[in-house]
Structures are given as C-alpha cells and as structure tokens.
C-alpha cells in the first residue's frame, strides 16, 4: 500500500505516519507539505490512498482537494482538518474528497475512516451524519 500525507505541520506528520502504519501493516508513507509537492510524487508513485489537510500554505484546502481530484481522480482522499463544520465538510466531499476526518476525532477513527475510504467507501464523521 502507499499513502501520501500532505501536511505541513511535523508533529501531525509523525503521529498520522504511525497510524497509517499500524493500521496498514507494511504501508509505505510518503509525505509532502504542499500542494505541488503532493502533485509531484502522486505523478511519480502509484498511490493507494491520500491523506490531505486542508490547511496548507499557499493553497486553499477545498481547492486542493479539487485540484488533486482533477489530477488524479482515482486515488481516494481522505481530508484531515482542524475544522469540523457542516459546510466544510460538504465542500470537500463536493471537490472530490472521499472522507473527511476532523482532527479531534481519536485515532481509533482514523484508522477505521483510512479503511473504508481505501477500500472505496465513504467516510462521515459521526456529527455530520445526523
């Protein structure tokens, strides 16, 4: 399996890395801190699953999501954001986002929103299904 991590903050990094390799054993993650960066070794990797927060410099977050839809339409993407709004989370799942995971959630639903967003389903966090 490969996953890309595109976030700019280290810590986040490292403990979203961790999890992607404890939740798929053997998972090779590559990590970027930006937009083109993600573009760049999406075109020079066969990517599994892409892990993309929404807060990255020089780039809005929904048009990220976009854009690399647009590049790479079948690679799913699961949003990891700060931001937990309705709207937001509709945003990224009408640019082409295949989950959205709010960062406060535990890890315990990353590593199940990876799973079905990897597999081809869909992920909602729990608020915004009722």
Partial sequence: MEVLLVDDQPTTVQVFAASVRKTFGGARVHTAVDLPEALQIATARRLDLVLLDLALPSCDGIEAVQRFHAAFPD??????????????????????????????LALAALSEAMKLVASGGKYLPPQQLH
């Fill in 75 to 104: 690679v799913p993407i699961l949003v990891l954001s700060a931001a937990d709004d309705r709207e937001r989370i509709r945003a990224a799942i009408d640019a082409g986002a295949s989950g959205y995971m709010p960062k406060t």
